[in-house]
């Protein structure tokens, strides 16, 4: 086999993989690591797996995805909903004032991310009475304290479905960044 084909395998393979599998499997094997230094290959991978399409001068695109595969980064283009992906989003968030807070008073939502198993009101007010350790008050019982401070999503089910539905990790990283940004003070996460 040429090394050029093995170059092609290689390639290959390395797209089923994580970025951190492909900077391990480069220190172990030449053939690796000659596929890992294609910077075309990187420059592809930071594109279609963070929505990022360019680096600063001092920086190759190998080192590009490895510091955002360290840093746990989002895909800015993801789509979140109605065809609106995370780049849009965070586009809107800083040409909108307050777009996060009117977005979500909209919809009656709120940015609070359920565990999996919270698929309804019923579950919804299963995991607060019993597992959620928010804001405490012993006067107030959870459901009513949670709320308080969540735009009173649990008094429908429409409105924790909605939260479900937009609330997912990559919301909440936008809405709290965004709410630093602005130097929100409000209790909107």
């Known amino acids: 086999m040429s090394t050029m084909q093995s170059v092609d395998i290689i390639s290959s393979v390395f797209a089923y993989l994580t970025i951190g599998e492909i900077s391990d499997l480069s220190t172990i094997n030449t053939q690796f690591n000659l596929v890992n230094q294609n910077q075309l290959m990187w420059k592809k991978r930071v594109l279609n797996e963070y929505g ?12 590009m995805a490895k510091n955002l595969f360290q840093a746990d980064m989002i895909n800015l283009n993801k789509v979140w909903i109605d065809e609106i992906t995370y780049g849009k989003l965070v586009e809107n968030c800083l040409n909108i004032c307050d777009y996060i807070v009117d977005f979500l008073d909209d919809n009656d939502a709120t940015c609070f991310i359920f565990p999996d198993y ?6 919804a007010k299963r995991y607060v009475r019993f597992e959620y350790d928010g804001h405490h008050s012993s006067n107030v019982r959870p459901c009513e304290r949670f709320d308080k401070h969540h735009n009173n999503i649990l008094r429908n089910e429409e409105s924790v479905m909605k939260t479900i539905k937009y609330s997912t990790r990559e919301f909440a990283i936008i809405a ?6 602005d130097n929100y003070n409000g209790d909107l996460i």
């Open 52 to 63: 990022i399409d360019y680096v600063y001068d001092d920086e190759t695109w190998e080192e």
């Open 118 to 123: 919270v698929v309804d009101l019923k579950t």
């Open 176 to 181: 709290n960044a965004m709410c630093n940004i």
